[in-house]
């Protein structure tokens, strides 16, 4: 006798936001524990995905374990997912140089995260924007977090004054992990960075790409002002955009010596990010022209000439 494979549901589920499973969900049931029409889209991806290796039979009894093991956990509001979404499409926007796409990703995240009047929700996403442009070398003060200093939360606050390379040494554990090396290194290491602004020091302006944003003038060191070099940090670092950040917050510290600067120089070009790309290699034949180093300024040069002209990258 010929059976049909069992399954959750009598047709595929529609793959809409507003699809919802053809089955009846059985009366026994309660609202809390029924899934929700997003985790039968999972599971009967999940299932489509396991069918080839298992056999549909099996698939189908591991997507109903699925169901039961999923429906307990409370679903992720809505809001959430669309400001995380949003900003991480905006990030990659910036760092591809797609400044209309990034502003219009980043505006979109914010009003999601809006949606919960939370100071904190809402710092997170303009927080995001700002390291993203830390990871460009493109500093200046992250006006949209000041209204919302008093009400968020410290992690927050930890985050906006690490970005300004200005950490308290009460802030490291409140930083995400990957940075918390950073930020205790600069307190160990640059003393004038606690909390307040660096010592000044022979100033040069900055090359890099245009962003409408303030611009800075920041020491341009052959060497790290210290005897300790924090290029490593940024080595053990598994993710691009976390090692850009976090030199992006040395340089601004006073602290882009010619291995952080190289560092930042790599992640950017593993990545094909050109914004940061075309930054980190205007500093580095920045440094390479002060140490009088023609032959590294002469293959720097050759690089920033394959990339697309600056104007472009607005």
């Known amino acids: 006798m010929n059976r049909r494979p069992f399954s959750p549901v009598s047709r595929p589920v529609d793959h809409t936001l507003s699809g919802t499973p053809t089955r009846p969900v059985s009366p026994a049931m309660t609202h809390a524990t029924r899934p929700t029409p997003r985790t039968l889209r999972l599971v009967m991806r999940l299932r489509a995905g396991l069918a080839g290796r298992l056999g549909h039979q099996l698939a189908a009894l591991v997507a109903v374990a699925l169901v039961g093991a999923c429906s307990n956990a409370p679903p992720v509001p809505d809001w959430q997912l669309n400001a995380r979404d949003a900003t991480q499409r905006g990030t990659v926007a910036y760092l591809e140089g797609r400044s209309r796409v990034a502003d219009a990703e980043f505006a979109r995240a914010r009003r999601e995260a809006a949606r919960s009047a939370r100071a904190d929700a809402v710092a997170r996403v303009e927080l995001a924007h700002c390291a993203a442009q830390a990871a460009a070398l493109v500093f200046g003060p992250c006006d949209a977090v000041t209204p919302l200093q008093a009400d968020m939360g410290l992690p927050?606050?930890?985050?906006?004054?690490?970005l300004a390379g200005r950490p308290l040494a009460s802030d490291v554990p409140a930083l995400p992990v990957a940075q918390q090396p950073v930020a205790q290194w600069l307190l160990?290491?640059?003393?004038?960075?606690?909390?307040s602004p660096r010592a000044a020091g022979s100033e040069v302006e900055?090359?890099?790409?245009?962003?409408?944003?303030?611009?800075?003038t920041l020491n341009l060191p052959t060497a790290a002002h210290s005897g300790a070099d924090p290029s490593s940090l940024l080595s053990a670092m598994a993710d691009p955009l976390s090692r850009l950040v976090a030199g992006g917050?040395?340089?601004?510290?006073?602290?882009?010596?010619?291995?952080?600067?190289a560092a930042g120089v790599q992640a950017a070009s593993d990545q094909g990010w050109t914004r940061p790309l075309l930054a980190w290699l205007g500093w580095q034949l920045r440094q390479a022209q002060a140490a009088g180093d023609a032959e590294q300024?002469?293959?720097t040069q050759a690089r920033i000439d394959l990339l697309a002209p600056p104007?472009?990258?607005?």
């Open 249 to 261: 917050v040395l340089v601004q510290a006073g602290q882009g010596s010619p291995a952080v600067v």
């Open 188 to 195: 160990t290491h640059t003393p004038s960075v606690s909390g």
């Open 206 to 216: 900055r090359f890099g790409v245009g962003s409408g944003h303030e611009r800075k």
């Open 297 to 299: 300024a002469r293959r």
């Open 156 to 162: 927050q606050q930890a985050y906006w004054r690490y």
């Open 311 to 314: 104007e472009k990258i607005k």
